[in-house]
Structures are given as structure tokens and as C-alpha cells.
């Protein structure tokens, strides 16, 4: 351990807690990392990263061989002086957070401290108010059933970008740090010095209430360039230069400005059910959230209609998925893009191929009656429609001529906007992006396969 490296131990070993024990560990800290899953803790003791992140792989293994990392099972929270609860919150049906696991992991701390007095440091995404549940779980229990002891407690949201999450972990826009105690609450920035990010200091509610509203404005601006992409199609307007020329202004920003397929993965889909959740319960009128949730599910079924209306019908077409994790650079599949457009295609009867370079295999568990392929123009073979649905470089510079050759019917939907309309054109398919109608349709017309409309 450098000098000045602190013990921490960080619960959880999901997307965030496997990130932030690797990198607290390359800042030079002395980390153990716990989870439950025997699994999971043998392959990753083994120098092999259960999740697809770039740059992750490397720094495992290094810390790993200069043993500043470890992995167990064993609550080894005695010595640590700090400690990292970053267990899942899944959405309840009601769409609240659900607090399961972080209440079983709070009470496995309180059981296995000791005598220590650790910092316990939230990145687990809960509602507003969970860090004085945490106060009162952790005053409650004890292993000895001896005097409670409070321990501090500092909110510390996340804002990592699967995909980028190093980068983002070494490169913070800020550290938000919420805290009855600010002592407590300015040790814990002393971890982040040498990120030298602007760090702001708050109360517990404030820095929870932070985590939820930031994820549901970048939400509501996808959901809300989706809107603005369906009037689009409606008048014959070019939602991409839209899109481009609002983003030049920086009071509103080109990121998250992107029509497509709208918005998944593991936190803004159920972040934003959490908070309009929440804010029913203290009595306010979550509309705009709503609306945001509507508009997302609502992008998928456009483009299953957008493919209908193309192909006349689904029942017995091919149609070839073109990236299934819900954005480049992860394998994650969570609330995924891919997976409703697969669940709706075959619903109406459709056959489904599918092709990515790294998700396939969480994809397959979860529908083994797709068929995957290695390649997009193997996955597109046969197919009477290919769907862009993940913008990985291997689909952005996909082989036009190559892909018209293998397919029945000559059909593209860029459902994120990733390739060139004009060229697809060109290379004589019918072509569909969110934000457009579609175009070239005499091409799928003239070689419907014969039997089939």
C-alpha cells in the first residue's frame, strides 16, 4: 500500500462496486472487495473481470499482482476504515427502490465491525432518506447484542457512464459528498485529492436527492429529442440537423440529444420510476416523468410498426438485430433496447438473428431461441429487415454492398441515426431512422420473396 493508502472495503462486486474497488485500489488504497456470489469472487480472485468494461481487465490484474486487491465472501469489514456499501436497488414492481440487499448488507456490517468506527460510504442509488435508514440499521445491530454505536455516514452518488466508467472514475465532472458529519464527510474527499475534481459538500437528503435528478434530467432530454424526432417524421423535417443546431447552444448541450431508441441500462430506466415513485408518495404530481417513462417505451414500438408497415407483415420475416447491448462499449442488457424490440418482433411472429461483440452471450441466456451470429453480415443473412440497434464501430462501418448482397429484402432501419442515409440509399436498400419516414420503399416492394405477403 503507497503511504497515505487507506483500508476500504467495498460490499458489492456488481457494475459500480467492482469499478471503485479497482480504481480505489489503483489510487494506491488497500481494498478488499466482498460479495456473495462464490462465483463470481473465484473468477474475478482469478484476474478476470465479470463485466465488459475498457481499461478494467488491466487495472484488475495489477492491483491484483501488487496486492492492493482482494476478493472474498467474508464480511472482512473489521479493519477497514472505510467502507463502500454499492449493492443493487432494483425496481420493485411499483417501480420504488427496492432496499433488500442494502439493508442485508448494513446489518452484516453492524454484525462484523467490531469495535472499529469505519465511515460507511453510500454509492448505492436509494431514495431520499435512506441514509438515516442506514443510521438506524447500523445503531440497531450488533454482534455481541451490547451498547448501539452510530456510525458516520456519507451519501456519495455515482455518475459513471458504462462503457467509460474508468475514464470516469479518474476524470469526475464532481464528488458529491451528502453528511451529518463533516468531518466524516471531508475524510472521504481526501480518498478522491488526487482526482482534484470539485467536490460538493451537502446534507444526506441533498446529495441523494442529486443522484435521482441528475439521471432524470438526461432522461428527459433523450425522451424529449424522441418527441421532437416523431413531429419531425410527421412534418418532414431533418430531426438530425435539429438535434445538432440546439445542442450548439450551450444552454442546452449536444449531449443526450440523440434520437433512437431511447434510454435503458441499469440506472436512468429505474432511477426514474424511483423518483416518480417518490414523488407520489410525498404528494407530488410526477407528470413530466411519466411522460419521460411513456415516450421511451413508446420509441420500440415505433419502429416494430416502422418494419410492419415496410414488410406489409412479420409473421415468418427475418429481421436481424444489430447490436443488443443497450449502448457501446458494455455487455449490459439491462432494460436493453434489443431486448423488447426481440420480445415484440417474435410476438407477431417474426424470426430474429442478432449479432454484438460482446453481449451476446447475457442475451442468450435470456432468449436462447435467437439465433447469434459472429458477424453483422452473417447475423443479416437472409433477412428481410437489419436494424441498427446498437452503434458499435463494427455496424457503423459495416460493408453496404456486402450486406445487400446478403440479404431477402433490402431493408435498413437505423433506429440510432449511425449510418449515412445517403449512402445506404445509394447501395439500393429502403431505408428508416427515427426522425424520418421511410425511404426507398420501392426497393422492398419489387422483391417481396413470393408466399410470404
Known amino acids: 500500500m503507497k503511504e ?59 492491483n491484483l499482482d501488487a496486492g492492493r486487491l482482494r476478493f472474498t465472501t467474508e464480511y472482512a469489514v473489521a479493519d477497514a476504515e472505510f467502507i463502500f456499501l454499492a449493492v443493487s436497488t432494483p425496481s420493485t414492481p411499483e417501480g420504488a427502490a427496492d432496499l433488500r440487499h442494502v439493508r442485508e ?37 450488533n454482534a455481541n447484542g451490547g451498547t448501539a454505536r452510530e456510525l458516520p455516514i456519507v451519501a456519495n452518488p455515482e455518475f459513471l457512464r458504462e462503457g467509460s466508467a474508468v475514464q470516469d472514475f479518474f476524470h469526475p465532472d464532481r464528488i458529491v459528498l451528502g453528511s451529518r458529519d463533516q468531518a466524516a464527510a471531508q475524510r472521504v474527499a481526501e480518498l478522491y485529492t488526487p482526482l482534484r475534481a470539485p467536490v460538493v459538500f451537502t446534507d444526506l437528503k441533498t446529495a441523494e436527492m442529486i443522484k435521482y435528478a441528475s439521471n432524470a434530467f438526461l432522461a428527459t432530454k433523450i425522451s424529449f429529442i424522441n418527441e421532437i424526432a416523431s413531429i419531425c417524421e410527421g412534418v418532414g423535417a431533418n430531426v438530425a440537423d435539429v438535434a445538432r443546431a440546439m445542442g450548439m447552444d450551450e444552454r442546452i448541450g449536444e449531449k443526450f440529444l440523440q434520437p433512437g431508441l431511447g434510454f435503458g441500462g441499469s440506472c436512468l430506466p429505474k432511477d426514474v420510476r424511483a423518483l416518480a415513485y417518490l414523488a407520489t408518495v410525498y404528494g407530488a404530481h410526477p407528470q413530466m416523468l411519466n411522460a419521460v417513462l411513456q415516450i421511451n417505451a413508446a420509441q420500440r414500438q415505433r419502429v416494430i410498426r416502422m418494419v410492419r408497415d415496410a414488410l406489409g407483415t412479420l409473421e415468418g420475416r427475418v429481421v436481424a438485430l444489430l447490436g443488443l447491448a443497450f449502448k457501446p462499449g458494455t455487455d449490459d442488457i439491462r432494460e436493453a433496447p434489443s431486448v423488447d424490440l426481440a420480445r415484440l418482433l417474435m410476438n407477431e411472429g417474426a424470426v430474429v438473428h442478432a449479432y454484438d461483440p460482446f453481449a451476446a452471450e447475457p442475451f442468450g441466456a435470456l432468449f436462447p431461441e435467437v439465433q447469434q451470429f459472429d458477424s453483422p453480415i452473417a447475423a443479416a443473412t ?63 416492394r419489387a422483391s417481396e420473396p413470393a408466399g410470404v405477403l
Open 382 to 444: 437472409g433477412a428481410d429487415a437489419a436494424l441498427v440497434v446498437t452503434e458499435w464501430d463494427q455496424i457503423r462501418r459495416i460493408d453496404l454492398g456486402a450486406l445487400r448482397a446478403v440479404m431477402r429484402t433490402p431493408l435498413v432501419g437505423d433506429c440510432r441515426n449511425a449510418l449515412d442515409r445517403d449512402a445506404v440509399l445509394g447501395a439500393g436498400f429502403a431505408y428508416f431512422a427515427v426522425g424520418s419516414g421511410i425511404s426507398g420503399i420501392e426497393h422492398v
Open 105 to 141: 448488507a448494513v446489518q452484516k456490517i453492524a454484525r462484523n465491525i467490531g469495535d472499529a468506527r469505519p465511515i460507511i460510504i453510500n454509492k448505492s442509488t436509494a431514495p431520499v432518506g435512506t441514509g438515516e435508514t442506514l443510521d438506524y440499521l447500523l445503531s440497531s445491530h
Open 4 to 62: 497515505g493508502g487507506r483500508r476500504i472495503s467495498v460490499i458489492g462486486t456488481g457494475y459500480v462496486g467492482l469499478v471503485y474497488a479497482v480504481c480505489m485500489a489503483e489510487l494506491g488504497h488497500d481494498v478488499v472487495a466482498i460479495d456473495v456470489d462464490e462465483a463470481k469472487i473465484a473468477r474475478l480472485a482469478a484476474g478476470h473481470s465479470t463485466i465488459y468494461e475498457p481499461g478494467l481487465d488491466d487495472l484488475l490484474r495489477r
